[in-house]
């Protein structure tokens, strides 16, 4: 299947506000070069990249009821802290409004914003694509951690999970317990 990556920009970039599509792009274009340097389908990458966030404009109501109406499971901390459900919801949206219906892009899309343990290489591009582009500034070490990428990314994989755990203990936000399984894990394979 061949996509039409400058139609899914333009129906995103009517979604999304300049700062949300300027990051779109920039998770777009990474998670291609990702893509190259591994091996991965890089069309499949720029798909999930530029969809990862497709859900992220929707307000908390409206990720609950889509997931009401579509009887999704959801954990308590998603049901008090609902962007946590872009992703999921976001997997959804992407084959629902955007036609998407390979599962690989559908589960990089899915899982971004946690990880999970024993990813797929597309999985793995789109969460470490997500916190290096290009945009993102927030984030002390970022210079060595987008080298790191490039270098073994299990190594990012585990690094921007550490960072996430780090960064939601500071803050009064649930941890999903997932994002915690996706740190063991990686630590081990990493190790
Ligand atoms: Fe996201
Ligand atoms: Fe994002």
């Not at 307000?59 to 889509?66: F, G, N, S, T």
């Not at 946690?114 to 793995?124: C, N």
Request: glycine share 4%.
């Amino acid at each position: 299947m061949t996509y039409d990556i400058l139609a899914l920009q333009e129906m995103l970039k009517a979604k999304q506000n300049g700062r949300r599509f300027t990051h779109t792009l920039g998770v777009q274009y990474t998670s291609a070069c990702l893509a190259m340097k591994y091996g991965a389908d890089i069309q499949k990458a720029e798909v999930a990249g530029l969809l990862h966030d497709c859900a992220k404009h929707k307000k908390p109501e409206k990720l609950l009821k889509y997931c009401q109406d579509r009887q999704l499971e959801i954990t308590p901390a998603q049901q008090r802290q609902p962007f946590l459900l872009h992703g999921l919801v976001g997997a959804y949206v992407a084959r629902e409004k955007y036609g998407v219906e390979d599962e690989e892009i559908l589960n990089a899309i899915k899982w971004h914003t946690t990880g999970r343990p024993a990813m797929s290489l597309l999985e793995k591009i789109v969460f470490t694509a997500d916190y290096i582009e290009p945009g993102r500034n927030q984030a002390p070490n970022l210079n060595e951690l987008r080298r790191i990428s490039f270098e073994n990314l299990d190594q990012a994989v585990c690094l921007i999970s550490k960072q996430t755990l780090d960064y939601l203990e500071k803050t009064p936000v649930d941890i999903d317990e997932i994002t915690r399984l996706t740190y063991e894990y990686y630590k081990e394979t990493f190790n």
